[in-house]
């Protein structure tokens, strides 16, 4: 891999394409990709941080109620699903009651 395609990888991932997505639009292979990362440490570290950067621009979309907010959380929700997904409340077994068959004291 070139620098220039280092750059373009990068920047295409803090902008929200997955690395699939990016090899596809450069026209490179994973394996390119995993090879450069490991003879360029440099490299390998901003790949790692690309998507943290995407994702701390769409948590501030929707920390600062900008007009998109919704679309930025849509995307929250759909890419990080188990930090951002909506959330069902845990089943609590409720406890069985007994009940008596008699009236209480008074209404008789």
């Given at each position: 891999?070139?620098?220039?395609q ?27 990709v ?30 600062m ?44």
């Amino acid at each position: 891999m070139n620098r220039t395609q280092k750059q373009t990888l990068v920047r295409e991932m803090q902008n929200g394409m997955r690395l699939g997505e990016c090899c596809r639009l450069l026209g490179l292979t994973l394996e390119e990709v995993r090879a450069a990362e490991k003879t360029d440490k440099a490299f390998a570290r901003e790949t790692r941080r690309a998507p943290i950067v995407f994702k701390r621009y769409l948590v501030r979309i929707v920390a600062m109620g900008e007009s998109n907010w919704q679309s930025a959380a849509f995307i929250l929700e759909r890419r990080w699903p188990r930090q951002w997904g909506k959330r069902r409340p845990k089943e609590i077994p409720k406890p069985e009651m007994e009940f008596e068959d008699t009236d209480p004291p008074g209404l008789a």
